[in-house]
Every structure is written in structure tokens, then in C-alpha cells.
């Protein structure tokens, strides 16, 4: 199984920061990867496929960038909606395999 | 509108059996794979099983292979997922999530929609 390791864990950090979280596969997956956002007592919400294409409806501060098997989510500019725990998951093979999840907190 | 909505969660005791069912709609269900995404208290998301369009190809995760089994009814737009020798780990919040290409494999394609969840508590 590809293994997929996701950091940080956990961040705080403050309204208008850049956070950058990471997962990195342990063989290459090509772009087969998507970014999640998810609030408490909610399903995931999908911000990124195919590694970097922006989900419609999904504000332009969320980039995704990467493949192979380093893989980035990017929020400039962090607003207070955006705390929340995110995840990335692997499509690549079986088994689909998400990230541990890092759950960004307020500063 | 896509929607998808759980249904047959519960509080079960270790060792017995649930069905769980998400109908859909806003799509043409039998053009998308599906999946079963499950998560434990305070957990993160673990991907459970996912079946193709067709309903002709499953697959699961090593942790409920032999146990759980994944199954649609095009005609009804339903997807199941039965659940037998259930144990305390098995307790989550189970969701169904739909497949964003059409007519691909479970894989390449990731998870657009996602239902709310349904609650699966295996406890004596």
C-alpha cells in the first residue's frame, strides 16, 4: 500500500497568514490527489482535485500545487471561516488512503 | 442538485449486523463510482469500500474485508453497505461519497459529493 503522511498535525495561526500544509506519498501518484476541508459535525468539503485544479465555488486564497509525491495546500491569507481540519487523500490505488488530517486553530 | 442522504445507523451490539443505505439524486447514478468513507470519534477519515458504476467491481479496506459488503440498486439509485461481525472499532460516522468522474474506476476519480453522515455505534 502507498503510504501517505501528512503535515503538520495541528497549526495556529492568525487571520491573514499563509499556512501551508503538506502530504508527501511514499512512491509517486502522479496528480491522483484531492484536498478536503472539514468543520466540526460536517461532512468534508472538496477545495482541490487533481492535485491543483480550484473546486468551483471555492475561493481563489486556496491553492493547491505538486505531484509525484510531494504534494502542497496552500491558503493565503487565512480568514476566520477557514479554521477547520484538513485533509488530502489518495486516489492513486487501492486502498484510497487520506492524509492524518492538520487541524489549523486560531492564534 | 446532487444530494445523498445515509440512512440505518445505529447502536448495535459487537457481533451483529446493519445495513446502511444513501439514496441520490441530482445525477445519473449508475455513471458514478461510490464510496463508503468512515470516521471515529475524534478521528480522521478512513476510505471503508467503493463500487464501480456498474455495481460489478467492489473493493475494501483491508479492516472490513470479509465483513462489510458494498452494493447499489441502479434501478432505485440507492447505495448499500452491509455490515456484518461488527466490532467497537467499527463505531464511526459513516458517510457515502460520489465518485467526480463519470464512468471511471473507483480510483483516478476523487470525492465531489458527500452525504451528512449517518452514526454506526457497536457497543454491549
Known amino acids: 500500500d502507498i503510504q501517505m503522511t501528512q503535515s503538520p498535525s495541528s497549526l495556529s495561526a492568525s487571520v491573514g497568514d499563509r499556512v501551508t500544509i503538506t502530504c508527501r506519498a511514499s512512491?509517486?501518484?502522479?496528480?491522483?490527489l484531492g484536498w478536503y476541508q472539514q468543520k466540526p459535525g460536517k461532512a468534508p468539503k472538496r477545495l482541490i482535485y487533481?492535485?491543483?485544479s480550484l473546486q468551483s465555488g471555492v475561493p481563489s486564497r486556496f491553492s493547491g500545487s505538486g505531484s509525484g509525491t510531494e504534494f502542497t495546500l496552500t491558503i493565503t491569507s487565512l480568514q476566520p471561516e477557514d479554521f477547520a481540519t484538513y485533509y488530502c487523500?489518495?486516489?492513486?490505488?487501492?486502498?484510497?488512503?487520506f492524509g492524518g488530517g492538520t487541524k489549523v486553530e486560531i492564534k | 442538485e446532487v444530494q445523498l442522504l445515509e440512512s440505518g445507523g445505529g447502536l448495535v451490539q459487537p457481533g451483529g449486523s446493519l445495513r446502511l443505505s444513501c439514496g441520490a439524486s441530482?445525477?445519473?447514478?449508475?455513471?458514478?463510482?461510490m464510496s463508503w468513507v468512515r470516521q471515529a470519534p475524534g478521528k480522521g477519515l478512513e476510505w471503508v469500500s467503493g463500487?464501480?458504476?456498474?455495481?460489478?467491481?467492489?473493493y475494501y479496506a483491508d479492516s472490513v474485508k470479509g465483513r462489510f459488503t458494498i452494493s447499489r440498486d441502479n434501478s432505485k439509485n440507492t447505495l448499500y453497505l452491509q455490515m456484518n461481525s461488527l466490532r467497537a472499532e467499527d463505531t464511526a460516522v459513516y458517510y457515502c461519497?460520489?465518485?467526480?468522474?463519470?464512468?471511471?474506476?473507483?480510483?483516478?476519480?476523487?470525492?465531489?459529493?458527500w452525504g451528512q453522515g449517518t452514526l454506526v455505534t457497536v457497543s454491549s
Open positions: 461519497a460520489k465518485g467526480s468522474r463519470p464512468a471511471r474506476p473507483v480510483i483516478r476519480s476523487d470525492f465531489d459529493y
Open positions: 441530482g445525477f445519473t447514478f449508475n455513471t458514478y463510482a
Open positions: 463500487i464501480s458504476g456498474s455495481g460489478g467491481n467492489t
Open positions: 512512491q509517486g501518484i502522479g496528480n491522483d
Open positions: 487533481a492535485a491543483s
Open positions: 487523500l489518495l486516489h492513486n490505488s487501492y486502498p484510497l488512503t
